[in-house]
C-alpha cells in the first residue's frame, strides 16, 4: 500500500505515520519536493482495515493499493501520459523528441560542431558523455568535468539543453550542476544507490534499460527515482542480449507498446547502442517511432572513424539530417509532429 | 566454389562434372529448372586452379567464390532484389505485400468470412493452417486436407492466393497440390531433408526463421531450398527468444535491415507470433514496415475468443481493417506503395 | 485426461472410444504395442463426470486426469525410474552410461578403431552420425547407408549396441533395420512428424533438447513418442544458446536434477556438443555425473585434427581413456557404478 | 602494454612515466600496496620500440605485451594459481573453500545459529547481507550497520571469517572496517566507480558475474579492481539468463574451466542464485565441485520459510549439514580436500 500525501505539513505526515506504527506495520516515507510518499509494508489484512481511515486523514491525497510490484511508475498510479520538460523542452506528448550528439564529449571543436549540426537538422537536446562507463578500465573515461564545461558551452551557442550519464553519487553531484538530464546508464540500471540518489534531486533523469532486464525489472528501477519523490523520469529501450551476431544487441521494439501500456512515463528508444551499426540506425529510428516511441536518442559525430568511442554506430553529420528528413513524414503518418 | 550453369544440356552439366572430378575434387550437382547448380567441394588451391577454365566451359553462367557459407542467396551472388511471385501477387519490390488470415482453418465458415475480410481490407494473401506443428500432442492438429480444400474454395471466391504450412515431405506433395506458397514453419526451419524437398518443387517457399536461429543459420537453411534449384523463397523474421515475459518473443526487426543488406530474397515479418498479443500487433506491424518489410503476415480471425490456435495473439476482423487503414499512410512515407 | 488400455482387444478399446464420443468429447487413439492409450479432448466437467465409468471399464488400466500439459511422460503418471533397455545395456538405474563415438562415420577404419577404443575403456554403447544435420548444403553429409553398415560391423566386432540419428521418416525406416536405437537431434526435437513415426516404432529413442527448447517442450516432444505407444525415450541435455563467446552453447546441467523431479524417463548429457571444445569436456562430463545424469555421450576420434564434422570437440582415444578412469571414482563417490 | 614496477620508490616510477610521455603515449598509472601498475595507451609501434629499454629500468618487475583486453587477471600474465586468504582461510590451491549463510542478516538469534550450524559442518567462511540490493525500492533493505555488528559478533563466537555485499563506495568504507571480504553483486559488476574503490582498498573482493555477462566482460571487471592494486579477487559465477522457467537463472557451469583456462584467479559457484530452488542446489553444488570449482557460496538459513530474502532458494541447517558430507567424498575423487 502506497500512502501519497500532497501540500502535507510535517505534522500531518508524522500523524499517519504513527497511526500506521500503531496498527504493527513498517513504514518508508520518501520526503519529495511536493509529494511525500509513505510505503506501507507488513500483513494485508491490518492493511486494508487501515485503508479507509488514512484516506481521509489530513494531508492524504490518494491510498493506492499495491497489485503489481511498482506502483508510483504504474498506469493505475497516474492514468493520464506524463511529460517531462528537460530544459523547456517536452519528452511525451504529441511530438517526438530527438536527443543526439556525441557517445563522448572529446573537444570543443567536436562538441560544438556536432551541437551546431544537431539543431540545424531539428534536434531537441544535446546528448555527450563526460563520465564514460567502459568495459576495459584501459580505454577513455571520459574529460570529466571538462567535459561538463563543453557541454555548457554548447548549451548557451545553441540554445539546446544538455543530457550526460552519471556513475555514482559523487558524479551526480557534479552532473546536476551542469546538465539539464542526468543519464542512468544500462550498466548501473539496479545501482540502487545511484538511483536513489537521482529520486533525490529535481533534475529530470534518463533511465536505460540493462541488457538483460524485464521491463518489470526497469519498472521497479524507475519506481525507486519515484519513490524518493522525482517524478520526472524517461525510460530507454537500448538493446538486449539477444540472439547477435549481425548487431550488437537485440533492439526489443516491443517494449515501447508494452511500456507505454504499463507506465505513464515517457519511452524512447536508443538504436545505435540497440544496433551498433550506424548503417542500420536509420531503418530502427523509423522503426521506433513507428511503434509509438516518445523520442531516439542517437549518437552523431563528426568524424566517426575517428571518435574515441562507438564510432562504428555514430552517424556523421550529413547522415543525420538525412535520417531527420526522413522521420519527419514517418511522424506525421501516424499523427505526430517532429 | 559454385558453378551455375544456364540452358545447359545434359552433356555439358557432365562435361563440367568430369572435370572437376578429374581433379580430385567432389561434386554436389542440383539440377533445377531453369539452372544447374554445380557446388564444388575440396582443397582451395585446386579450386582456384581449375577456375578459369571453368568459367568459359560450354553451357556455364558463372563461377562464385565461396567468402560467406551461404552462396546462392547471397547479395554477391545475385545484386538485385528478387521479386517472388505467388498466384500473381509480388512479394519484393516496391509494394508492402500484405498475408493475413486464421492461424488455422478451422470450418468453411470461418475461413471464408475471414477471406472476404481480408480481400476487403487489401490484404494480397491469405494464410491458413491445415497441419498445425503444436507444442502438446493433445492440442487441435490442424483439418488437414480438408483444410487445404476449404482453402482452394475460399480462394476461387475471393481471388487471393493461399499459402499454408506442411511438417515433411509427404504434407508438401499435397500442400503443393493446392496451395499457390508453401510455408515451412520455425520449428522446422533446420528440418534439411523438408527443405531439400521444397527445394525440389516450384511453388514458391516462405521460410520462417527459428526462435534461436542466428540470421546466418537462416541465410544457410534458405540455401538448401535454392542449392535444391527453387529460387522463390521468401524470408519471414517472426521473434526470437529474448527477455521475455510481457510478449511471447522478442520480434527482432533489425533483422530486416540487416538481412536485406545480405541477401536477395523478400524479407517480411509476422507481428503476430512475434509478440503474441493482439494489442501489440499493430505497432509492432508499423515498426516493421517503416524498418523497409517487403511485406507482414498478421493472424486474424472472425472471433479470436473462440479460436482453436493462437486467439490471443489474433486481430478481429475490424481491427484487421483499422490496421490497414493505419499502414497506407506509413508505407507512403518511405516511399512504398501497399 | 489420458485413459491407458493394456492388454485390451480391439473391441475393449472401441467401447471406450464410443462411450466418450457418446458424451461429445473427441478422441486420440494411439494404438502401440503393449498399450493403446486414449486422450481425451474437450468440456473438463464433462470429463470429470466420464471419469468413474471409465475407470471400470473392461481393458482400462489408468484414467489420469492432465494437471501438467505432459502426462504419459510425467512422474505422476509413472512414479518408478524407468530402465531404457538398448541392445542388452541399460540406460537408468544404478549405473552410468557412456555412450562414445565419432561425430559422423566416415570410414570402416575409423569407426572400428573408435569402437573398439569404446569399448576398451568400457563404454556401453556405441555412436556414430550416418545422416548428418548441416547447418550448411555444401558440409559432409554422411555415408548414409553405408554408414550404417558400418556401424553394424563394429557392433559385431565389439558387441556394443549403437545408436545413430534420423532426420525424417524414410531415413528412420532404414536406421530401425540397422541401429539399436534411434537419435531424434536437437534441431528435429519439435519434427513431430518424425517424432510420431519414432513413436510407432519398437526400438528406443534419444530425444536431444533443442537449443532453445523449454524443459516443458522438451517433455511435450517425448509426450509425442510415448503417445504413440513407444515407451523406451531417453532425454539428453546438450547445450542451449545462452551468453556464449568461450564455449560454442551453454550446458544447462541443471536441466538434469529439473527433469529427473519431472519425469520417469532417463535424463544423459552431451558435453562434447554442449561445450563445442574437448578441452572443457572432460569438466563438464564429471560435473553431470555430479548432478546424477544416467548416462553421457561423448564424441571420440582416432584423429580430432582430420575429422570431417567436430573435430574441435572430439576427444582422441587416450584423452577418451582417461576421462573414463577419472568418471569412475566420482560415480563412485554418489553411489553408482559405470 | 603494462609496466609492473615492484618496490620502486616514486622517483623510480617518475623516470618511467616521465619516458612514456615524452614518447608521445598516455599512461594510466596505479599506485597499490606492493606494485606500481603503469598502463601505457597510444601507438602500438612506439610502445614497441620502448619496450626494450623499460625493460630494464630500475624498478621495473615485467613488461606485458596487451593481446587480450584483460591483463593482469591473465594467466599470460601470472600463470600460477592465485590463493586468495580471508581472515586466514584460503580460496584456491587444494582445498574447496564453503561459503554459508543466510542471504539477508536479519537477527542477532538468525546469524548466530546459522553461524554455529556453518561452522559444525566444516563451513570456512559466513557470509550475511547487510546492505542488499532488492528489485523492489519497498522490499526489505537489509539491517545496514546493524547488520555489519552481528557479522562481527558472530565472526568472534566462531572464528569464521565474514563475507558481505556493498553496493557504493559508502557503504564498502564501512563493509571494509567490519567485514574480511567484500562482496560485489551481480548487479553491480560493471559499476566501475565500485569496483575502483574496491581495488583502492586491500581487503579480498568476491566480484559476482552478472546475469548476462560475458565472460571476458567479467573478467574486464575484474581487472579494474587490479588496476588499482588489489590482486586478492575471486570470481563467482552464480547464473545467467537463459532458457529458464523450472529454475530462476542458467547455472553455467562451464564458465568454471573455461575462467580457469584464462585466468590466475580463484573461481567460485553460487549454486543458490544460480537454480533459485533450495532442491537443486544440491546436485548444483556437486556438480560445481567435480567441475574444479574452488569453492561454493551457499545460501543456509535456521528457517527458510520465515526469511525476508530467497527463503525458496534456501537450504536450511540439516540439508546444509547433508550437503557438505556429500560433497566431501565428491572433493576426494577429484583429488581435492574440504
Known amino acids: 500500500m502506497i500512502i501519497v500525501m500532497a501540500g502535507a505539513t510535517e ?51 490518494k491510498v493506492v493499493a499495491i497489485l503489481q510490484p511498482y506502483k508510483l511508475v504504474s498506469r493505475e498510479f497516474i492514468p493520464h501520459d506524463t511529460v517531462v520538460t528537460v530544459g523547456g523542452r ?43 562507463p567502459r568495459t576495459s578500465p584501459y580505454a577513455f573515461q571520459g574529460l570529466e568535468e571538462e567535459g561538463l564545461r563543453l557541454l555548457v558551452e554548447a548549451r548557451e551557442r545553441t540554445g539546446l539543453p544538455v543530457v550526460t550519464e552519471a556513475m555514482d553519487a559523487e558524479q551526480l553531484d557534479q552532473v546536476v550542476r551542469y546538465a539539464d538530464m542526468v543519464q542512468i546508464g544500462a550498466r548501473n540500471m539496479q545501482n540502487y544507490p545511484l538511483l536513489r540518489a537521482a529520486g533525490r534531486q529535481k533534475k529530470p533523469v534518463l533511465l536505460k534499460r540493462g541488457v538483460s532486464a524485464t521491463l518489470e525489472e526497469l519498472l521497479l528501477a524507475a519506481e525507486y527515482i519515484l519513490s524518493e519523490g522525482n517524478y520526472q523520469v524517461v525510460l530507454c529501450e537500448r538493446g538486449i542480449r539477444g540472439i547477435n551476431g549481425n548487431t550488437r544487441y537485440t533492439l526489443d521494439l516491443s517494449a515501447v507498446p508494452v511500456l507505454k501500456g504499463l507506465t ?14 550506424w548503417r542500420y540506425v536509420g531503418p530502427m529510428a523509423r522503426a521506433a517511432v513507428a511503434a509509438g516511441a516518445d523520442g531516439l536518442m542517437i549518437e552523431v559525430h563528426p568524424d566517426p572513424a575517428s571518435a574515441l568511442s562507438d564510432g562504428p554506430q555514430s552517424l556523421n553529420l550529413d547522415n543525420f539530417a538525412a535520417l531527420m528528413a526522413s522521420l519527419r513524414p514517418l511522424a506525421g503518418a501516424i499523427g505526430r509532429g517532429m
Chains 1, 2, 3, 4 share one sequence.
Open 264 to 277: 505513464h512515463l515517457p519511452v524512447i528508444v536508443d538504436p545505435s547502442h540497440g544496433t551498433g551499426k
Open 11 to 61: 505534522g500531518q505526515v508524522q500523524a499517519v505515520v504513527e497511526r500506521i506504527h500503531k496498527a504493527g506495520l513498517h513504514t518508508h516515507v520518501s520526503v519529495g519536493v511536493a509529494r511525500t510518499v509513505i510505503g506501507v509494508v507488513g500483513d494485508d489484512r491490518t492493511k486494508e482495515m487501515l485503508r479507509e481511515s488514512l484516506e481521509v486523514a489530513p494531508g492524504v491525497e
Open 90 to 132: 517536452a519528452i511525451g506528448g504529441t511530438q517526438v523528441a530527438i536527443i543526439a550528439g556525441p557517445c563522448s564529449v572529446e573537444s570543443r571543436a567536436q562538441i560544438l560542431a556536432t551541437a551546431d549540426a544537431v539543431k540545424a537538422a531539428g534536434g531537441a537536446i544535446l546528448r555527450g558523455g563526460a563520465f564514460k
